[in-house]
């Protein structure tokens, strides 16, 4: 397929125009799709699944842009890539939007029953998947969308399947009851690590159990949860407790119920905490129900699914836990129990999905045993088997996979896995099955199937070998797994990249990924994590459509730096948007210069007699710009490559290479006008290159305008190869001096407030008797061109003309002639002025970095930028003395 070619490449680049119209021309030319016959090395990255409830946020966008980056650099370097995109069902989430969805009709999916419900949840999935991919497209995802997956596939499903009835088979899955995190709003179990602790503020309220020999004497207990105090059934001090030792096998009287409580000895209970004495409640508490097992205490669940209180909290049953805690604790008060209550900030649990405070319960759930599976999944990674970036992730991974617990894999919803666990209604014979079995494998009476779904997670962790279509052997497992690189954020490293490691070498004998790059987080430009409640979210949809994907993207990538959050604010975006518009300026420039040309003239090499100073340079930069990049890509340095190519391109191709090119194409002769446009085109096509994994639709609409042949889309453009041979560094450094007299120039002009397109007459002193006087004066039209001025000479050991105003570089002195363009007595006074003025800057920044409150209480970032502003003040300060010593003789 061919893409219609602009027949002029309009004044002003406007994204809207091309990012549609470019897509659909990629997607469908096959570049995506990799060739399973090719013999190019692979290169494979499964997308993390964005929900399908979920729109794209700035942390998508970021991880979607860095994979891009990756997927289409490989592409270019020769690799045969494969990018497998889908969604995950999202189990809990979706079933409650759903859910929502239903109550505004007055219904609840009990009203539809399970098999109209889940008619619902796929028409709403249907909707959002959609909905997701379209927005992965807009933003230049250049996945394969033939192998696009989703979690409830029917692949995905047997691959899930699979995996259950092995690990049930061999003894790793089990049903037991035991105390589970329990979303009352959800109404089904959680995994420790989907909740969410978040420290606020509460009440310690400190309660009077008395004796049962002595009814005058007590014991004073505190606790932060006084409605789960009916569920208590023992008392609980630490052994080593001089206060409480005489106290062990006497028994108190539980407030209100009249339960007669032993008073046990464990280790487990802090002397510190409130007054060193514990109420025991194993129905309700994670930590008494393991001090209950220990000492073969029974349960009393207070609490039921619903976060209400049950039979067994007699008067107060069927209250809510708010509602009970508020009459229990005035009931304590009414009768004397209530010693005091006092302020106390603690952790509370919360629901990841719904922020619902969650409730340990007494729960009959599914488990996997996952010690043994852990194993080789800490050695796999010890071994660098797999390599986390940046490695500091590792200490995260292993101090886990050390402390790893068995996993509740059940939930009670609808939408998701249902367990393929089958019991028989006779027999009571329970198996996992592959299949729907109607009878008992063991005695052929009826079986009915579990009806809990499986953790959404537990999908996912088969991800990278179930998307290439395990448990078959196919031509993409053989290829593509394991995978080269998984791009994920640092909260899911616990859910999904540990339990993906463990499964992937579990059932295929290999770890499921090479490398796991950790994307940082997505903050605002004061550091602040983003949220639409706090109201600093920034939607990325918004941007690209105003700005363009590219110019996000870009500035996404630009400030990625491994082991640092990202601050995004506006003014980056902008600054992104202003390097697109400046890229297609100059681009503009060289198809205005060059649109007699064919693709055999420009691609055609350029001899080396031909080549100039500056000709010298910009080759010599661009390979040291290609090796650089191509490095830093390789080790996932994205900041540092995007900022390589944004120096090179704005500060040395566009604004000085061009510049000096313009004397070539407008006065020089025949040949040296073709030698500028070869270059030109040449450098440039190099450029979009290097620039095409960032920002994908500028530089393949510019190459789409380019006279080349090379290839029909830069996507498959080969990445550019240095060539060291023409690297010269002395030509850098000669150049770097003509710069640097530049600058100096344009300095003293704008300092002295004479327009920079006035001829001024410059003497240039060299300082260095060993200088490079000879090249300076054959390119002096290097100086005059880019500082608008006349050279009158140059030399080692001039004398400074009265009149001359004087500044210095590195190894040579200006004198500018200022005489009749300023009024030196009117200048000496504003310069005195401004003196004044970035003293008085200087003072206040000076104020600010030896606070010893501002250094330690200010963001780090804050911190340099204003030890900066002090030292380019002091540089300003410096050269604004200089300057005013040098009129002033």
Not at 741 to 758: A, G, V, W, Y
Not at 779 to 800: D, F, H, M, P, S
Request: with cysteine; hydrophobic share 40%.
């Amino acid at each position: 397929m061919s893409i219609e070619k602009s027949k002029a490449i309009p004044r002003a680049f406007d994204p809207s125009e091309i990012e549609g119209k470019l897509y659909s021309f990629w997607e469908k030319s096959g570049f995506f799709t990799p060739d399973l016959e090719s013999s190019k090395p692979p290169f494979s990255i499964v997308i993390p699944p964005p929900n399908v409830t979920g729109f794209l946020h700035m942390g998508h966008a970021l991880n979607l842009t860095l994979q891009d980056i990756l997927a289409r650099f490989k592409r270019m370097r020769g690799f045969n890539v494969l990018w497998v995109p889908g969604t995950d069902h999202a189990g809990i989430a979706t079933q409650n939007v759903v859910e929502r969805e239903l109550a505004k009709e007055g219904l609840s999916r009990h009203d539809l029953g399970r098999e109209k419900f889940l008619e619902r949840v796929w028409q709403w999935k249907e909707v959002y998947h959609k909905r997701i991919r379209n927005q992965l497209k807009r933003m230049g995802a250049s996945c394969d969308w033939t192998r696009e997956r989703f979690t409830m596939d029917e692949g995905l499903s047997r691959a899930v399947k699979e995996v259950f009835v092995r690990l049930f088979e061999e003894g790793f899955i089990y049903q037991g009851e035991y105390i589970v995190n329990w979303c009352p709003r959800c109404e089904t179990a959680l995994a420790d690590i989907e909740v969410d602790f978040k420290e606020q503020k509460g009440k310690l309220y400190y309660i009077r159990y008395y004796f049962k020999d002595d009814p005058e004497k007590f014991l004073t207990i505190a606790t932060t949860r006084p409605e789960t105090m009916l569920g208590d059934v023992a008392v609980a001090v630490n052994p080593e407790d001089e206060r409480y030792k005489a106290l062990i096998g006497k028994v108190v009287i539980l407030p209100l119920v009249g339960r007669e409580l032993p008073i046990i000895a464990d280790a487990y209970v802090d002397p510190k905490f409130g007054t060193g004495v514990l109420k025991v409640t194993p129905a309700h508490d994670f930590n008494d129900f393991e001090l209950g097992k220990r000492h073969n205490l029974p349960l009393v669940k207070v609490i039921d699914q619903k976060a209400r209180m049950t039979g067994e909290a007699g008067e107060f049953a069927g209250l809510s836990r708010e509602e009970c805690r508020e009459k229990i604790v005035a009931r304590l008060s009414q009768l004397g129990y209530l010693e005091r209550v006092e302020d106390h900030t603690h952790a509370v649990g919360r629901c990841y999905r719904c922020t619902t405070v969650v409730e340990p319960l007494i729960s009959k759930q599914w488990f996997v045993k996952m010690k043994e599976l852990a194993t080789p999944a800490i050695k796999a990674v010890a071994e660098k088997q797999i390599e986390f970036i940046p490695e500091n992730w590792e200490k995260v991974y292993f101090e886990w996979m050390y402390n790893i617990k068995d996993w509740c894999i059940s939930r009670q919803i609808w939408w998701g896995h249902q367990i393929p666990i089958f019991t028989c209604e006779e027999c009571n014979f329970v198996f996992a099955h592959r299949n729907q079995p109607e009878r008992c494998p063991k005695c052929g009476g009826k079986v009915h199937q579990e009806e809990d779904v499986l953790d959404t997670w537990f999908s996912s962790a088969l991800w990278p070998f179930s998307t290439l279509g395990w448990p078959q052997k196919t031509k993409e497992l053989e290829i593509f797994y394991p995978t080269s690189v998984l791009v994920t954020g640092f909260d899911i490293i616990f859910f999904w990249v540990a339990r993906m490691i463990m499964m992937g070498l579990k059932f295929t004998g290999e770890v499921p990924f090479r490398k796991v790059y950790i994307t940082p987080l997505v903050r605002d430009a004061q550091g602040r994590k983003m949220s639409k409640s706090a109201g600093n979210a920034i939607d990325p949809l918004e941007i690209t459509q105003k700005y363009g994907v590219d110019s996000l993207r870009f500035a996404l990538a630009w400030l990625t730096i491994q082991g640092r959050d990202i601050n995004l604010s506006m003014e980056r975006i902008e600054a992104s948007r202003n390097f697109m518009n400046k890229l297609w300026n100059a681009s503009r420039f060289v198809l205005m210069n060059t649109e007699e040309l064919r693709p055999s003239d420009v691609e055609e090499p350029v001899p080396v007699s031909l080549l100039d100073l500056k000709d010298r340079w910009i080759l010599s930069r661009l390979q040291q710009t290609i090796e650089q990049a191509t490095s830093e890509l390789e080790r996932f340095n994205f900041g540092e490559y995007t900022n390589l190519i944004y120096e090179f391109v704005w500060g040395e191709f566009c604004d000085w290479y061009i510049e000096w090119c313009k004397k070539d194409l407008y006065e020089g002769k025949p040949q040296e006008r073709r030698k500028a446009q070869q270059l030109l085109v040449q450098i440039l096509s190099q450029i979009l290159k290097l620039l095409h994994p960032i920002a994908p639709y500028i530089t393949e609409e510019i190459w789409q305008n380019l006279p080349l042949s090379e290839a029909e889309s830069i996507m498959i453009a080969p990445w550019p190869e240095s060539s060291p041979e023409k690297i010269d560094f002395e030509v850098d450094e000669l150049i770097g001096i003509f710069q640097a007299i530049i600058r100096e120039i344009r300095f003293l002009k704008s300092e002295l407030r004479i327009p920079l397109t006035h001829q001024s007459e410059v003497i240039i002193n060299l300082t260095d008797a060993s200088s490079p006087v000879e090249e300076l004066n054959t390119y002096k039209n290097y100086i005059e061109t880019l500082a608008r001025c006349t050279v009158k000479e140059i030399g080692v050991g001039l004398e400074r003309p009265e009149g001359f105003a004087i500044s210095s570089t590195k190894g040579a002195e200006i004198y500018l002639n200022v005489e009749g363009a300023i009024d030196i007595g009117q200048e000496l006074q504003r310069l005195e002025k401004k003196i004044q003025e970035v003293d008085e800057e200087l003072e206040r920044v000076s104020r600010r970095i030896n606070n010893p409150d501002f250094l330690n209480r200010a963001p780090e970032e804050t911190v340099q930028r204003e030890k900066r502003r002090f030292s380019e003040l002091n540089a300003e300060k410096a050269k604004l003395v200089r300057l005013k010593e040098a009129i002033a003789k």
